[in-house]
T-cell receptor, first 115, second 116 residues
Framework: AQSVTQLDSHVSVSEGTPVLLRCNYS??????LFWYVQHPNKGLQLLLKYTSAATLVKGINGFEAEFKKSETSFHLTKPSAHMSDAAEYFC?????????????FGQGTTLQVKP | NAGVMQNPRHLVRRRGQEARLRCSPM?????VYWYRQLPEEGLKFMVYLQKENIIDESGMPKERFSAEFPKEGPSILRIQQVVRGDSAAYFC??????????????FGPGTRLTVT
């Protein structure tokens, strides 16, 4: 079975400092991995995706993630946090076993950005 | 190109009533997914539909919940005889399932259901 585990439920950083949101995945197949962001009472926005191309993936708003097969990790980073980055972030794997494309979500990490 | 549309955005129902949630996918997308987000939890897959077909309903509760995606019109998620535990945000996502964006799903703003 495929799954993702987000290692931190809450992360707090100061504005202008780096952001690291950690995610480990479990998959018997070559996974398709995503990071989505959800601002309060809003829908989900795709930040970036990995689908077996380059292991370092660049997304929107300065975010990037690196796929590390040896560590089964797909951590999300940003060099400098902005106040508008405060939101809920979800690491997601596509269910390639069933081939339906349904998404399996992690529990989410709440990012707090302090001024 | 309009995004995924869901309505209503907020829905209040009393216990025992029916709830109907609507989702219009992005133009050109014929694949729709429904997810449920319970308070303080991540999203959980409910059902995957193509036009006129339910492909995967493995995440749907066995009773009271049904979904459809007719040839014309939006996809509908229907909850009969709602209970307080159905209170959640329900998100719809659409996908082309082909081409460069085959693996991407585009989410609507969600319907927040409150059962009183």
């Amino acid at each position: 079975a495929q799954s993702v585990t987000q290692l931190d439920s809450h992360v707090s950083v100061s504005e202008g400092t780096p952001v690291l949101l950690r995610c480990n995945y479990s998959s018997s197949y070559s996974p398709s991995l995503f990071w989505y962001v959800q601002h309060p009472n809003k829908g989900l926005q795709l930040l970036l995706k990995y689908t077996s191309a380059a292991t370092l993936v660049k997304g929107i708003n300065g975010f990037e993630a690196e796929f590390k097969k040896s560590e089964t990790s797909f951590h999300l980073t940003k060099p400098s946090a902005h106040m508008s980055d405060a939101a809920e972030y979800f690491c997601v794997v596509s269910d390639s076993f069933s081939n339906t494309g349904k998404l399996i979500f992690g529990q989410g990490t709440t990012l707090q950005v302090k001024p | 190109n309009a995004g995924v549309m869901q309505n209503p955005r907020h829905l209040v129902r009393r216990r025992g009533q029916e709830a109907r949630l609507r989702c219009s996918p992005m133009k050109g997308h014929s694949h729709v997914y429904w997810y449920r987000q319970l308070p303080e939890e991540g999203l959980k897959f409910m059902v995957y539909l193509q036009k006129e077909n339910i492909i995967d309903e493995s995440g749907m509760p066995k009773e009271r919940f049904s979904a459809e995606f007719p040839k014309e019109g939006p996809s509908i998620l229907r909850i009969q005889q709602v209970v307080r535990g159905d209170s959640a945000a329900y998100f719809c996502a659409s996908s082309p399932r082909e081409g460069a964006e085959a693996y991407e799903q585009y989410f609507g703003p969600g319907t927040r259901l409150t059962v009183t």
